[in-house]
């Protein structure tokens, strides 16, 4: 079992930049592979980036070149650094986490286990 805690959502205009952060509480943080997902209002939920156990990463492509994911294992922290914001990027920002996994490249909510309750980010126009 892994407890995942999203922080650093907020309001910024449109242009500026936000960092969150996922603290992982739990086992081992190496193990797992770590995703970001959003969800805007009526819409499903989109997968933003993800990073392996190995730190290999994959973007969604409404993020490329805009956004960025990292881990730092000795903070059990995952981070998504996030530049030139748009309106479009308006949601409740998930991280998720999943062990051992053995899929390629985790881009599906069904990919993990466990998620964390969501941080609000919100960029006007």
């Known amino acids: 079992q892994v407890e995942l805690v999203e922080s650093g959502g907020g309001l910024v205009q449109a242009g500026g930049s936000l960092r969150l952060s996922c603290a992982a509480s739990?086992?081992?943080?190496?193990?797992?592979?770590m995703g970001w997902f959003r969800q805007a209002p009526g819409l499903e939920r989109e997968f933003v980036a993800t990073i392996s156990r190995y730190s290999t990463i994959t973007y969604g492509d409404s993020v490329k070149e805009r956004f960025a994911i990292s881990r730092d294992n000795a903070k059990n922290t995952v981070y998504l650094q996030m530049n030139s914001l748009k309106p479009e990027d308006t949601a409740v920002y998930y991280c998720?986490?999943?062990?051992?996994?053995?899929?390629?490249?985790?881009?599906?909510?069904?990919?993990?286990?466990?998620w964390g309750q969501g941080t609000q980010v919100t960029v006007s126009s």
């Open positions: 998720a986490a999943v062990r051992f996994s053995t899929v390629v490249r985790a881009i599906r909510p069904v990919d993990y286990h466990y």
């Open positions: 739990g086992r081992i943080f190496s193990d797992y592979t």
